[in-house]
């Protein structure tokens, strides 16, 4: 314990950079997280015969605006605080974050890394604290759409397949991942207090 509190008090910026890639890993995951509800289970879903599209609508409630707003976030937060591992901004949702190494026109080494804006981080919170009011929609309807998925788990078999290869194929459960949004409020609130 000693010795990692002197290597705290040499470089104390180390525990905030820490933070806010936490801040900016975590929020690529949600976001990717968003992306694979959409398209491995709602939009096949929407696409099918074997649920009523209302069902659908009550399952997903408002993920398509939930998503939007991660993913506007995202871009924010990579585009005006910066990632601590890199000087320029990428996406890292879509993996393909060394696209700018390879690419001779567009040097990196002219521009060292730069420490995290964690004031900008602040305020782009405090921008888009309305727009997560959406958490309180989802929420109020989640455990309805938690039963009424059950319900099609056991009655459904159209529904069973795609759930199971979803499972097999992608490692994705629908039922833990419609619960990402409920524990994401208190997440940044835990993550935002390191910074």
Not at 48 to 55: A, C, K, L, V, Y
Not at 106 to 125: Q, T, V
């Amino acid at each position: 314990p000693s010795i990692m509190f002197s290597l705290e008090m040499i470089n104390p910026k180390r525990k905030k950079v820490e933070a806010v890639q936490a801040i900016l890993d975590s929020e690529v995951a949600y976001v990717r997280s968003l992306l694979t509800i959409q398209h491995a289970f709602m939009t096949p879903l929407r696409n099918s015969s074997f649920i009523r599209q209302e069902d659908v609508d009550l399952i997903f409630n408002n993920i398509l605006a939930i998503t939007n707003i991660h993913k506007t976030l995202l871009k924010d937060i990579q585009n005006k605080v910066g990632d601590p591992r890199d000087s320029a901004p990428y996406d890292r949702t879509t993996n393909n974050s060394d696209t700018n190494s390879n690419n001779n026109t567009n040097s990196d080494d002219d521009h060292p890394p730069k420490e995290p804006d964690i004031r900008a981080l602040g305020a782009i919170f405090v921008q888009y604290a309305p727009y997560l009011k959406e958490y309180t929609l989802y929420s109020e309807k989640h455990a309805a759409a938690c039963a009424l998925l059950d319900n099609y788990k056991r009655t459904n078999q159209g529904l069973l397949a795609l759930l199971v290869d979803a499972l097999l194929t992608k490692g994705c459960d629908l039922s833990e991942l419609l619960m990402l949004p409920m524990e994401r409020i208190s997440k940044y609130v835990s993550q935002l207090s390191e910074v």
